[in-house]
């Protein structure tokens, strides 16, 4: 009896090694695999399913909707252009200061007096997941106000100026509650801007009144004062007067001076001679006199005049400035009352009777998808990284 080689084995059947180490191989891949898709499928998709069905608790959506409106400012499109064929705009300033304030500290501030909030999430029925520091470990005001910031959204159409607030939470009476409050403080704050600017527009134009009023008083007190030092009403008027005087007396000089030269040529010895003489010396000194009281020296009216220009100029111009700032004063006024931005509600806050999040079943797919693309991700890449190493 011939005996034949034994093939892919020993002679008394046991694999070699050869045969034995793809079979390894292929066995440590498959383990590899298994764990790989237990760690980027199977895990997560379970702890999906734990969460969703089971952990998750139920989250209700109040939704609300204003728009901040403002006669004086444009706007093109959309609801905006159909407001303002009504004579308003939107506001953008007001808008963003109504948003900011919403999301702020200060809002939660106000909105979780004696805890309201805080109390509203930590529910005993909330799952532990889902609720406000559920270990003990977090619970500062900032931590609050980390987990407000994921409760309460705003979002504005630039489009039609609308804003949309909304608020999650466990129960529908505290969504409708909270949003309830926080469009009130956002109407308080748009409210605040607009006494805010009409104060200062106001303030600021009686300021300019009160600063044109002294100078008025100081112009027209410093006016009084000359006249009263000077003795003179108007320096201009009464120098007027004084040339017309002056101008009289010299039509009597002349005349007494052309009597006095006939009376020398024709009657050199009459007695009125002497006495024409003396009339013209006394016209002469008059003359004198009046013009003095013209020209001269600083408290003539020539030199009054110059100072009594000044002051006059003065007081127009401050009874001029201070007309225009009575007139600033009337038109901020008017301007005040005419700029109001204010929050027109277009959706009250609601009252859900369905809680609309989580959405469990999307959930858990979502979950399922993105595992198996990650999966499928890192299966390509551990087989790229065996070839290369092989």
């Known amino acids: ?117 805080k109390k509203a999430y930590t529910r005993p029925d909330i799952s532990v997941v889902d609720k406000f520091n559920p270990l003990g470990f977090a619970g500062s005001f900032e931590d609050l106000f980390r987990y407000f910031q994921h409760r309460v959204a705003l979002q504005n159409d630039t489009n039609t100026g609308i804003t949309t607030l909304t608020v999650r939470s466990y129960t529908p009476q505290d969504a409708r509650k909270f949003n309830e409050q926080l469009l009130e403080l956002s109407e308080v704050t748009v409210n605040r801007l607009n006494l805010r600017g009409r104060e200062d527009l106001v303030r600021l134009a009686q300021a300019e009144v009160d600063i044109a009023k002294g100078q008025a008083q100081r112009a027209a007190v410093s006016l009084a004062a000359f006249r009263n030092q000077s003795g003179v009403v108007d320096p201009e008027k009464q120098a007027a007067v004084q040339m017309q005087m002056i101008s009289n007396l010299q039509n009597q000089l002349i005349a007494a001076r052309t009597e006095l030269a006939q009376l020398q040529r024709y009657a050199p010895e009459n007695p009125r001679i002497p006495v024409v003489r003396t009339q013209i010396a006394a016209i002469d000194r008059q003359i004198d006199g009046e013009m003095g009281k013209v020209t001269g020296n600083r408290r003539s009216l020539a030199g009054s005049a110059v100072q009594f220009q000044r002051l006059t100029l003065e007081n127009e111009f401050a009874a001029k400035q201070l007309g225009a700032s009575l007139a600033s004063l009337e038109d901020a006024r008017n301007e005040a009352r005419r700029k109001q931005a204010y929050v027109e509600r277009i959706v009250q806050p609601n009252l859900p009777d369905a809680p609309m999040e989580p959405r469990r079943l999307r959930g858990i797919f979502a979950t399922l998808v993105l595992s198996l693309v990650a999966y499928g991700i890192l299966r390509m890449l551990l087989a790229g990284v065996k070839e290369h190493a092989q």
């Open 1 to 117: 009896m011939e005996l034949l080689p034994i093939k892919g084995g020993t002679p008394d059947g046991a694999d070699t090694e050869q045969e034995r180490r793809p079979r390894r191989l292929r066995l440590n891949a498959l383990r590899r695999a298994d764990v790989l898709f237990l760690v980027t499928v199977v895990l997560p998709v379970a702890t999906a399913i734990l969460y969703f069905g089971f952990l998750a608790s139920d989250v209700y959506i109040s939704e609300s909707k204003f728009v901040v409106r403002a006669p004086e400012k444009q706007s093109t499109t959309g609801l905006g252009a159909i407001l303002q064929t009504a004579g308003f705009a939107n506001a953008t300033d007001e808008v963003a200061a109504a948003q900011s304030y919403a999301v702020s500290r200060d809002a939660l501030r106000a909105i979780n007096q004696n805890d309201a909030f």
